[in-house]
């Protein structure tokens, strides 16, 4: 795996992780895994699983970035929490195995 390959899957894994943790998220929070998704989305070496893994966070990501206030937010992240937490696993799974 490429650095900035790497990189990019740790700054996602750790941003779950907070959010998961905190149960919510700034709009620049949600700005930043969705850019960085896209970023990584477009590198050659993502698998097609991390690729789906992506497509699925990044659209978690625009309907969040919807919602128009914080409390919005953090209930649609406190539904979501299953999915992020399965992301959050995958990515782990990734980085342990690279």
Do not use: W
């Not at 990189?7 to 998961?20: D, T, W």
Request: hydrophobic content about 30%; glycine content about 6%.
């Amino acid at each position: 795996m490429k650095p900035q390959t790497k990189e990019r899957a740790e700054l996602i894994y750790s941003m779950l992780g907070q959010i998961i943790q905190k149960q919510t998220a700034s709009e620049i929070e949600l700005n930043r895994l969705t850019e960085i998704c896209q970023l990584l989305k477009e590198d050659v070496e993502v698998g097609e699983k991390t690729s789906g893994v992506l497509d699925d966070l990044c659209e978690l990501g625009g309907k969040a970035l919807e919602l128009t206030s914080d409390k919005q937010r953090e209930e649609f992240i406190q539904q979501e929490d299953r999915k992020l937490e399965e992301y959050y696993e995958h990515f782990k799974t990734l980085l342990e195995e690279k």
